[in-house]
């Protein structure tokens, strides 16, 4: 078993090449990486066929954030039902999956096994390929689900309680990473801010919710690491300014609301003005905002305000497939088994995967 490390070249090969069956093939994807069971059946030719979701937010909330340990077994308890309701809901047995695609990470180590055991548990049992996901991949093309998807090469934000990333994508499998977080996540800033404002949890919809009824324009927040050139983030500053601001203000409902406003829109700012930058570095005409920030719609219309005025598409996946799901794991992986690839044998599950490891499709563009 492999627990860790980076997912080697040879580890994604395999002789399977279902362009030369003349049919279309079907993909199981599992997605188990945090606090959400997800589940799909992706058709080659026909796009999504089903897909089911549980939400690990009921059970974490009262301990106010994501427990491992009890997220791995709700896991255990969730995945195999799901799977079973979605051949329900696509009028499909088992023996029509033609490769499982599962989250082999980043994310909770005990959770990714879950979904790891599981995936290639299946597979083997069908005699099927298995393919391990990098979790970011999926959240890249999560937007090609959609009718109308963004064409290569294009621009990506990726911007969730995890990860904060700017990712040049010239084809699917061929990417470069511009800048990324130092420290905390936007997601994850939005939450800790939250929670200390007594917003509970998930505090981020929270936060962004009572952002709508304040003052953005009360306090003055600092727009971190926009005053010097490059795509990195850090929101560790940002975060301890709005502290400093809530313990010294009289901590009312009016006030609540003014600082999350003024703190959602300092996150907002500091995305826009990286991801111009960005744009204008790589001369790219598309820019694709995913993962479960990417929802917030103080984002989405200023990033459509920017794309505008600069004269580039902004694409979002659906809302639904905004947070983790399975969907965009059964597509990433089908686009690997087209490619000819799957994993080798063993349990592929990493905690930590840089994404600019993964093997390109073919041969990289010049």
């Given amino acids: 078993m492999r627990c860790c490390g980076s997912l080697r070249p040879h580890d994604l090969q395999s002789p399977f090449t279902p362009a030369r069956q003349n049919r279309s093939v079907i993909v199981l994807g599992i997605e188990t990486s945090c606090d959400e069971t997800g589940v799909a059946l992706y058709d080659s030719v026909s796009g999504l066929l089903a897909h089911a979701l549980f939400s690990q937010v009921g059970i974490h909330a009262q301990y106010g954030g994501v427990v491992p340990e009890i997220a791995s077994r709700d896991h255990v308890r969730k995945l195999l039902p799901l799977i079973n309701q979605c051949l329900d809901d696509a009028g499909l047995g088992r023996d029509a999956i033609d490769a499982v695609a599962y989250t082999a990470g980043p994310g909770l180590i005990g959770a990714l096994l879950v979904g790891t055991a599981t995936g290639r548990s299946i597979a083997m049992a069908l005699d099927k390929p298995a393919i391990a996901v990098h979790h970011m991949e999926g959240h890249l093309l999560a937007p090609m689900l959609e009718a109308e998807p963004p064409e290569c090469p294009f621009v990506a934000l990726l911007v969730s309680g995890g990860h904060t990333m700017l990712v040049e994508v010239r084809a699917i499998g061929e990417y470069r990473i511009l800048g990324e977080t130092l420290d905390d996540a936007a997601g994850e800033a939005f939450d800790k801010t939250a929670k200390l404002m007594g917003l509970g949890?998930?505090?981020?919809?929270?936060?962004?919710?009572?952002?709508?009824?304040?003052?953005?324009?009360?306090?003055?927040?600092?727009?971190?690491?926009?005053?010097?050139?490059?795509?990195?983030?850090?929101?560790?500053?940002?975060?301890?300014?709005?502290?400093?601001?809530?313990?010294?203000?009289?901590?009312?409902?009016?006030?609540?609301?003014?600082?999350?406003?003024?703190?959602?829109?300092?996150?907002?700012?500091?995305?826009?003005?990286?991801?111009?930058?960005?744009?204008?570095?790589?001369?790219?005409?598309?820019?694709?905002?995913?993962?479960?920030?990417?929802?917030?719609?103080?984002?989405?219309?200023?990033?459509?305000?920017?794309?505008?005025?600069h004269g580039w598409k902004v694409a979002y996946p659906r809302l639904e497939f905004c947070t983790d799901n399975g969907a965009m794991i059964a597509f990433a992986g089908c686009q690997r088994l087209l490619a000819g690839q799957s994993s080798g044998p063993g349990l592929q599950a990493h905690a930590r995967w840089p994404l600019d490891q993964l093997p390109p499709l073919e041969a990289p563009s010049a």
């Fill in 201 to 309: 949890y998930p505090g981020g919809p929270a936060l962004a919710a009572l952002a709508g009824q304040g003052d953005a324009g009360r306090f003055a927040f600092p727009r971190p690491m926009t005053d010097r050139p490059g795509l990195d983030f850090s929101f560790s500053g940002l975060k301890t300014h709005t502290r400093r601001l809530w313990v010294e203000s009289d901590q009312g409902d009016v006030t609540r609301a003014d600082i999350a406003a003024g703190f959602q829109q300092a996150v907002v700012d500091t995305l826009t003005i990286k991801c111009r930058r960005a744009m204008q570095q790589t001369r790219a005409q598309h820019l694709v905002v995913a993962g479960g920030v990417g929802a917030n719609l103080a984002l989405r219309q200023t990033l459509k305000k920017a794309g505008r005025k």
